[in-house]
């Protein structure tokens, strides 16, 4: 699923704790199986496999067949768009502090 035919938006996917782990989890290893993911969690496989679809929606993991098993793996790129949307904010704020700055040292002169 290429950038413009997400079903689901990143910050939307991003907004649950649940997911936000999940993504951490899969970020720290290759890929893993969905046994291993709901191991790590206090709900069932059905609560996990939900998790894992709105993080397939936005673009955020891919999944494979293997055998029986499927395997799930992360796809960072889309959370370029988190970090340019932080990023602006982050200027916006060094800039906002550096007048604040300015200001503070004008009056104590």
């Known amino acids: 699923m290429d950038e413009n ?8 996917a991003i907004a649950d704790p649940t997911r936000r782990r999940l993504i951490r989890l899969l970020a720290e290893s ?8 709901t191991a790590q969690f206090e709900m069932g496989r059905t609560a996990v496999s ?13 999944d494979r ?7 799930f793996r992360l796809n960072a790129a889309p959370l370029k768009q988190v970090e340019d949307w932080v ?3 982050r200027s916006y704020w060094n ?4 007048r604040l ?6 009056e104590d002169e």
């Open 5 to 12: 035919n997400r079903l689901r938006d990143v910050f939307d």
């Open 30 to 37: 290759s890929e893993l199986p969905l046994h291993e993911l």
């Open 50 to 62: 939900k998790h894992l679809t709105i993080l397939k929606e936005a673009g955020l993991v891919a």
């Open 65 to 71: 067949k293997v055998g029986r098993e499927t395997r």
């Open 87 to 89: 990023g602006f904010y």
């Open 95 to 98: 800039d906002n502090m550096a």
């Open 101 to 106: 700055g300015r200001l503070l040292e004008e």
